[in-house]
């Protein structure tokens, strides 16, 4: 088992920069694969950006990528995500996975989840 606690979002203007963080728990996080999601009201979950358990490889939405920067420092048992130039259509819940195997963009490919963290963006 791997629990999953996200923190760092909040409400922030357009342009704007926010970093999320998800700690783990459990099971040795290092030996995992992590991802960001999200989620706006009444849309499906959305793939952000993913990494390798060693951090050697990352992979981003098209949405996303130039603005956000997911990384992990495996000491500390912590995933990051850094957002900037943050625009309205980034506000969503955004929610942290892991797997032992995917760094794919299906929700269904990942087996453990935190609870999210909501990011809104004013205009």
């Known amino acids: 088992q791997v629990q999953l606690v996200e923190s760092g979002g909040g409400l922030v203007q357009a342009g704007g920069s926010l970093r999320l963080s998800c700690a783990a728990s459990g099971r040795t996080f290092s030996s995992y694969c992590m991802a960001w999601f999200r989620q706006a009201p009444g849309k499906e979950r959305d793939f952000v950006a993913a990494i390798t358990w060693s951090g050697g490889s990352t992979y981003y939405a098209d949405s996303v990528k130039g603005r956000f920067t997911i990384s992990r420092n495996n000491a500390k048992n912590t995933v990051y995500l850094q957002m900037n130039s943050l625009k309205r259509e980034d506000t969503a819940v955004y929610y942290c996975?892991?797997?032992?195997?995917?760094?794919?963009?299906?929700?269904?490919?990942?087996?453990?989840w935190g609870q999210g963290t909501q990011v809104t963006v004013s205009s």
């Open positions: 996975a892991a797997d032992e195997e995917s760094v794919g963009p299906a929700p269904y490919e990942y087996e453990y």
